[in-house]
């Protein structure tokens, strides 16, 4: 099946440790998107990447990382930096930059 | 860039065609309506997209006005797995690729 997947569904770390959040998509597609929601808010933008070794901040990147050394991949590092990492966090992917984003089943991070 | 308006909560009869509204006054014409749901705790799905003619797919149809500043989504014979979050967004311009998620609208399938 194709699709995206996010793991793991529910993480927990303690205050202080960087953690890194997985997306992997087989759709072929070439853009790759990190949103973040907050409870009873919509989705926000984090980073995205619109080819492989390539990808600009959103609108609330500070205080997280990415990488895109593979076009099937796009982990999301949420830093120490990050004042407020409790959240769900949501991967998207699209066929090419602005198309129809389909999107991941998402991975709520608790940061204690 | 343009925004959404879409009314906070809507209720439905379960069979019923379920009508979600959206105005976008401010869209300029190279703007997409896009119609995203979310149901409790899962990742966003796509419903629907439209420029400016009508579409219709296997799960809904669109419905936007002539002067494209408002559309209507059309459940046509909701189900209680209908209950979600509806999110209406506007892609394009200066944003295109970038979707911003409002609060949507929360429908609910009544038996």
């Known amino acids: 099946d194709g699709g995206i997947t996010q793991s793991p569904k529910y993480l927990f770390r303690k205050e202080g440790q960087n953690v890194t959040l997985s997306c992997e998509q087989n759709l072929n597609h070439d853009a790759m998107y990190w949103y973040r929601q907050d409870p009873g808010q919509g989705l926000r933008l984090i980073y995205y990447s619109q080819i492989v070794n390539d990808f600009q901040k959103g609108d609330i990147a500070e205080g997280y990382s990415v990488s895109r050394e593979k076009k099937e991949s796009f982990p999301l590092t949420v830093t120490s930096a990050q004042k407020n990492p409790t959240a769900f966090y949501l991967c998207?992917?699209?066929?090419?930059?602005?198309?129809?984003?389909?999107f991941g089943p998402g991975t709520r991070l608790t940061v204690l | 860039d343009a925004k959404t308006t879409q009314p906070p909560s809507m209720d439905c009869a379960e069979g019923r065609a379920a009508n979600l509204p959206c105005n976008h006054s401010?869209?300029?014409?190279?703007?997409?309506v896009y119609w995203y749901r979310q149901i409790h705790s899962q990742g966003p799905q796509y419903i629907i997209h439209?420029?400016?003619n009508n579409e219709t797919n296997e799960m809904a149809s669109l419905i936007i006005t002539e002067d494209r500043k408002s559309s209507t989504l059309i459940l046509p014979h909701a189900t209680l797995r209908d209950t979600a979050v509806y999110y209406c967004?506007?892609?394009?311009?200066?944003?295109?690729?970038?979707?911003?998620f409002g609060q949507g609208t929360i429908l609910t399938v009544h038996p």
């Open positions: 998207a992917s699209s066929g090419g930059y602005g198309d129809t984003q389909y």
């Open positions: 439209g420029l400016k």
């Open positions: 967004i506007v892609n394009g311009g200066t944003s295109y690729g970038k979707l911003t």
């Open positions: 401010t869209i300029s014409g190279n703007e997409y």
